[in-house]
């Protein structure tokens, strides 16, 4: 896999997730072929984050994500897993590419836009366009929080690749998107929208 990874990589989804969304990719070409229609597919790395206004945030239970598991851990006093600290990345954690939901929200209505521009169908990648590893992630939230985060190193888990990291250049370049927001304000902005609806 080469890094930056662009709209053009090979696909290889090594999840269930990962063929549905390849899948739906190959019938929204097929569709517009057959209905003479224009598309844009959005490619995330990594939704994380909260509205900064607080008006919405991560209502899963029980959470699967990195940022709100950590998030929950510091606000119930517990330690969570880490799955992995042998891969092949800067610390043997994995690697991602977190983007905040905030620039998320702005890529989809830069891509309306695109469209109603008469835009070309394509496959577009929403990233941050840089990698965080879990590690960084940890330390981030003791920085941003004053906290000490507990954590155990356990086996990794089957189908986790050791990095994403996506080249936003098409999406800037087609939309003119950029994203504005960082891991410090995802974390940021996670941990107060928890710490709202925090629940034991």
């Known amino acids: 896999m080469t890094f930056p990874t662009t709209e053009d990589s090979p696909k290889a989804p090594m999840s269930p997730y990962g063929k549905t969304k390849s899948m739906v990719e190959d019938m929204l070409e097929d569709y517009a072929v057959a209905h003479n229609i224009n598309y844009t597919a959005l490619r995330y790395f990594n939704a994380a984050g909260a509205d900064p206004e607080m008006q919405h945030g991560y209502n899963q239970d ?31 954690t994995c690697e991602r590419d977190y983007t905040h939901v905030f620039d998320i929200a702005t890529a989809h209505l830069a891509a309306m836009h695109y469209l109603d521009d008469n835009g070309e169908s394509g496959i577009f990648n929403i990233g941050a366009n840089g990698t965080n590893s879990v590690k960084q992630v940890i330390e981030t939230f003791e920085r941003i929080t004053g906290k000490t985060v507990e954590y155990n190193i356990v086996d990794r888990r089957a189908g986790d690749p ?3 990291w996506a080249d936003n250049t098409k999406a800037r370049e ?10 410090d304000e995802i974390v940021s902005h996670a941990f107060e929208w928890e710490s709202k609806h925090h629940k034991k």
């Open 162 to 164: 050791p990095k994403t």
């Open 174 to 183: 087609a939309f003119g998107w950029e994203p504005q927001y960082g891991l």
């Open 62 to 92: 029980a959470a699967s994500h990195i940022i709100p598991i950590v998030c929950r851990a510091i606000l119930n006093k517990e330690s969570f897993e880490v799955f992995g600290d042998d891969y092949d990345t800067t610390d043997g």
